[in-house]
């Protein structure tokens, strides 16, 4: 244990790779920061009408990114964790917990942003195209407000830019010519933003290349990977509450409730889940929302019969009837007395229900019914990647890939934490 | 003792009746609290609102709540689902005609996941070689990690796309109607394979795990030592007592596979088009066909219960012991 990479190396080589790699954007978003707290304070009606998901996301993300580095090295001897030995789960973990967090600083390319479909349709991974930017015709420095709208524009994108031009290649001759595909369009020189009289051509690079409406592959893959989790991790707690609530009724109280609960609980572990969720998704409608209900209410039978288990044996138990007789109330009974006891079995459910429900997320997006089409999502980039199966393998690459090592990684931790708190079982 | 068994098949057959029944009524609330007019999924509101009027009562959506479940149940038992609005046919007929390709589907998945669960477990347990047993679960549990439709499209992009070894969709080819009746199975074969595959291999990995720790945990017990000690020789040792005893924990986890492979044919069956229950339910959902969609929610559902049912039963067969446990 003592020598080899560690989790804690691992988490400080992936802070220092984005830091390097993104360091302009870490700036800008404190610039962005700073310049929104000084519009606060000059004029803060309209700057709380600036206020966006995007921005708010982006500055989170920002100082959560700075602090890693202190929070790290305080945690550093106090957290076992962080000094256990690396392997491909827990790099994998940490990769996650990155992409999750830092989403906006990983990529800043929107998601959504689609333009100039002819040149940037099914584009494989690795491949550039020229960018061109128009000059605003808005006059500038009207407003604080205004000014920094720009700002925000030129650093968080958004999903629609009309100033934007792109091209497979550009020649410059009186006017700049650019070609789209085949076609060759012209535009005067004095439309475009330049510098000193130079025109300023960008590259536009598409690390994992686009999809079918010329999105980019790698900012969609980074942000799908933000709404599993978000699913994950809200539906596994719905099955928590909800299993570990009525697990402890039907454990302690016994009675009609108890046989109504395990009729049910029965029904449901052998019954094709999928098929339920579906017909309440079509009934009541798909959003973010209902997806998390819909899966954390289907998931909480397990818990809730290792629960209900528990609880009948720690009935029996002295420390747990003394604890009646101080008069406890039932909900402290639940929390200080049960909990503590069931952490581990319960623990290793819900690593198994997560990966369960991620799964779960992606096969109904895959079929329609997930997060729907306003979010991005492995399960339906799978699915639109199966249309163009011919032409662009990397649709399904990626998103396939991302998936199945999310699963695999909390299968195996699953696992492991399986073995770790049964040490019986290695034998 | 066989009065005992008689009086539990006839519990487990009404405790079976009992779970249908709760979830013909689990299905009525849900429909019940879905938002929107059930008429309006009917006709286009456009059409007016006498109309619709004459529709509610028609489907007697104006008697009381009470009434309207009492005739669900009862239409339900009596086989009546009403009919779906795009075949414009009686429920249960479409279903039918789909449900039969998936059982058959399901069926066939079934089985070669147990035989090949247990055959590797088998041949594992053989070679008794820790590092391939550790190889094996590893790669199982990975291949368990992989989704279906994400494996289905792999197949499909690597067999058919590259190498143009198997059709891309479907069940038949364009010709089937021509071929004569050998090639048509054959026809037919050559377009499961990928989707069998696809199917059966999480199934696969699952049961081997079950299969692997109930054969070690039979094989520590001391009457195997036993029978090796009295030099009975290891093939007959396996054959005729590791097996029987490592299966019988096994009947009552194939019940609980038979649910995740019919919810793993609603996959397979989208990925690569096939003609089952799976993807009539998925199709009459896109297409807000209601009651097809009730009916096939319903239909897997009660076929899940079923199958429980006669794994208890054949569990019971095995073991006339478990006459109590079944109860519970």
């Not at chain 1, 997320?361 to 079929?367: D, G, I, N």
């Not at chain 2, 035989?115 to 391939?132: E, F, M, Q, T, Y």
């Not at chain 2, 989704?147 to 969709?169: D, E, H, K, Q, R």
């Amino acid at each position: 244990m003592k020598s080899g990479l560690k989790i804690i190396h691992w988490i400080v080589l992936l802070w220092l790779l984005v830091t390097i790699l993104r360091f302009d954007l870490i700036i800008n978003y404190l610039y962005l920061i700073i310049s929104y707290i000084g519009l606060l304070f000059t004029n803060a009606s309209s700057a709380l009408n600036v206020l966006s998901f995007s921005l708010v996301d982006a500055s989170l993300s920002t100082l959560l990114f700075l602090l890693i580095v202190p929070l790290i090295l305080f945690f550093r001897n106090r957290v076992p964790f962080l000094k256990s030995k690396l392997n491909f789960f827990f790099a994998f973990f940490v990769v996650l917990v990155f992409v999750f967090l830092f989403a906006p600083i990983i990529t800043n390319k929107n998601p959504e942003f689609s333009k100039n479909l002819a040149v940037t349709k099914l584009l494989p991974p690795l491949s550039t195209v020229k960018q061109l930017e128009l000059k605003s015709d808005k006059k500038q420095n009207s407003f604080d407000a205004e000014e920094f709208i720009i700002k925000l524009q030129q650093i968080i994108k958004p999903s629609f830019n009309d100033k934007i031009i792109l091209a497979d290649s550009v020649a410059l001759a009186e006017r700049v010519i650019y070609f789209q595909k085949s076609k060759a369009l012209e535009i005067e020189k004095e439309k475009l933003i330049d510098k000193e009289g130079h025109i300023i051509i960008k590259e536009k690079y598409f690390l994992l290349g686009t999809d079918e409406f010329g999105r980019d592959l790698f900012s969609r893959l980074i942000y799908g990977t933000r709404i599993s989790l978000t699913v994950g991790i809200c539906a596994v707690i719905l099955s928590f509450i909800i299993g570990i609530i009525l697990g402890f009724i039907a454990g302690y109280r016994g009675g009609l409730l108890d046989i109504f609960l395990n009729r049910f609980t029965e029904i449901f572990l052998a019954f094709p889940v999928i098929y339920l969720v579906v017909l309440i998704l079509a009934l009541f409608g798909s959003s973010i929302i209902s997806v998390i209900i819909v899966l954390g209410i289907s998931g909480w039978m397990s818990l809730f019969k290792i629960v209900k288990s528990e609880v009948l044996s720690i009935k029996q138990k002295d420390f747990f009837s003394t604890a009646e007789l101080v008069g406890l109330k039932k909900s402290q009974l639940l929390i200080k007395e049960i909990l503590p006891v069931i952490l581990a079995p319960v623990l290793v459910n819900l690593v198994f229900l997560f990966s369960n429900v991620v799964l779960a997320e992606a096969a109904l997006s895959y079929l329609g019914l997930g997060t729907g089409n306003s979010y991005p999502s492995w399960g339906s980039m799978i699915s639109s990647g199966q249309e163009y199966i011919t032409k662009a393998w990397w649709l399904i690459a990626f998103p396939g890939l991302g998936l199945i090592f999310t699963i695999y990684t909390f299968n195996s931790s699953g696992r492991m934490l399986v073995k770790l708190f049964n040490p019986r079982l290695k034998e | 003792m066989k009065s005992d068994i008689v009086k539990t098949l006839f519990t487990r057959f009404f405790s079976s009746l009992l779970t249908i029944f709760l979830l013909v009524s689990f299905l009525f609330i849900i429909i019940r609290l879905s938002p929107g007019d059930p008429t309006d999924k009917y006709i286009s509101a456009k059409l007016g609102s006498e109309l619709s009027e004459k529709i509610a009562e028609k489907f007697s959506l104006t008697q009381p709540v009470t009434d309207q479940y009492f005739s669900f149940v009862e239409n339900v038992f009596k086989g009546d689902m009403g009919v779906s609005y795009n075949y414009r046919l009686p429920v249960f007929e479409v279903i039918w005609e789909y449900f039969s390709f998936t059982l058959v589907f399901a069926s066939i998945s079934f089985i070669l996941q147990i035989i090949l669960s247990i055959w590797l477990a088998l041949w594992i347990i053989k070679k008794r070689n820790k590092w391939l047993d550790n190889f094996v679960a590893n790669t199982l549990l990975f291949i368990y990690s992989v989704p279906a439709f994400v494996l289905g499209v792999v197949l499909i992009y690597v067999f058919s796309v590259n190498l143009n070894l198997f059709p891309i969709s479907g069940l038949k080819s364009l010709d089937y109607d021509y071929l004569p009746f050998f090639s048509q199975i054959l026809d037919k074969i050559h377009h499961l394979i990928l989707p069998l595959i696809t199917l059966t291999a999480a199934g696969v990995a699952l049961f081997y795990k079950y299969v692997k720790e109930s054969i070690d945990e039979v094989i520590q017990n001391t009457f195997i030592v036993n029978l090796r000690a009295s030099g009975v020789n290891e093939k007959t040792i396996l054959k005729k007592h590791v097996i029987p005893n490592a299966i019988r924990p096994l009947i009552s986890v194939a019940g609980i596979e038979l649910g995740i492979i019919l919810g793993g044919t609603l996959i397979t069956e989208v990925i690569f088009s096939l003609p089952g229950m799976g993807r009539l339910a998925i199709d009459s959902i896109l297409s807000r066909d209601y009651p097809l969609v009730i009916g096939c929610v319903f239909t897997a559902g009660a076929v899940m219960i079923l199958a429980n049912f006669f794994a208890d039963i054949i569990k019971l067969k095995l073991d006339k012991r478990l006459v109590k446990g079944i109860l519970n």
